[in-house]
Nanobody, 123 residues
């Protein structure tokens, strides 16, 4: 089973950018659809973006136009670039792997999860 480690979170001012990275080990991420979820304090976990095995990408309405997901099979990583960040983007961001060709918007469809990386957007 793939193991996932997120990095790249931090504090940023509104309007800033961050690049989150999800690194896989044990098994290559190219066997998986990979999704980014986030969870803010007191709120439910929500899907942010997902990339299928062939590179097809989906985005939540909340980040559409402000996010770009990409995979690098050579580095065994999936990155999420976030632009024009807003305070409401503050959350812990998790990457998750699903051994399936296609993405899913349901957290329960993903078998492996990382520990998350914190993103804080404030002035």
């Amino acid at each position: 089973q793939v193991q996932l480690v997120e990095s790249g979170g931090g504090w940023v001012q509104p309007g800033g950018s961050l690049r989150l990275s999800c690194a896989g080990s044990v098994v290559g991420l190219d066997y998986y659809a990979i999704s980014w979820f986030r969870q803010a304090p007191g709120k439910e976990r929500e899907g942010v973006s997902c990339i299928s095995k062939n590179g097809g990408a989906t985005y939540a309405i909340a980040v559409k136009g402000r996010a770009a997901i990409s995979r690098d099979n050579g580095k065994n990583t999936v990155d999420l670039q976030l632009y024009n960040l807003k305070p409401e983007d503050t959350a812990r961001y998790y990457c998750a792997a699903r051994r399936h060709y296609y993405c899913s918007g349901l957290a329960e469809d993903f078998e492996s999860w990382g520990q998350g990386t914190q993103v804080t957007v404030s002035s």
